[in-house]
């Protein structure tokens, strides 16, 4: 079951009827889901606008995990997901999806809402390893909310083989001197 704060389309009620509450200010988006306009927006309901996208083979990673652990202010245009069960998936994802088919360790992952998202540390380091501007700044962001995961993202890369991870390391710790500069000012 999920949460009694989140409409889905044709579930309580019908896409005309959540588009008129929207109109009236009654319920603002949330993701692939719906909300009331007065409720807190939470990781968890975050996460569960997810619920019907993502089921329980699919995780969220990159920039759709950093807007669960509120690094990012808005949901990304197309969620980055993988998988997260170690049996290969038959079923094509939804093209508003990107898909990544490598599986994701149970260990990297958090269950959030009742969906399954990457850890801020794992999210961190995936962000970091990307490198463009987009996922830069969505790192500098998750950093920014959760402090201590940029530091454990720099010692999970460290004790690992992973492409791209010198590049990763370096935007890490520029992250954290950065936080640290911020602290002592």
Not at 69 to 97: F, I
Not at 127 to 146: I, M, P, Q, S
Request: proline content about 5%.
């Amino acid at each position: 079951m999920g949460s009694p704060f989140l409409y889905f389309a044709d579930d309580r009620l019908s896409s005309a009827e959540l588009t008129a509450a929207c109109l009236d200010g009654h319920l603002v988006s949330l993701g692939d889901a719906y909300m009331p306009a007065d409720a807190v927006e939470t990781r968890a309901l975050r996460a569960g606008s997810l619920a019907r996208t993502l089921g329980d083979t699919l995780a969220a990673t990159h920039l759709t995990a950093a807007w669960i652990h509120g690094g990012l202010p808005a949901p990304p245009v197309r969620h980055t997901v993988q998988r997260a069960v170690p049996r290969r998936l038959h079923v094509v994802p939804h093209r508003q999806l990107v898909y990544r088919d490598l599986a994701v360790a149970a260990e990297d992952l958090q269950l959030i809402g009742g969906v399954l998202v990457t850890n801020p540390e794992r999210t961190l380091a995936d962000l970091a390893r990307v490198g463009d501007a987009e996922h830069t700044r969505a790192a500098h962001l998750l950093a920014g909310a959760d402090q201590d995961a940029a530091s454990r993202a720099i010692a999970r890369l460290e004790t690992g083989v992973l492409p791209h991870k010198r590049a990763a390391l370096g935007c890490l710790r520029e992250i954290v001197a950065g936080l640290q500069e911020d602290v002592t000012r």
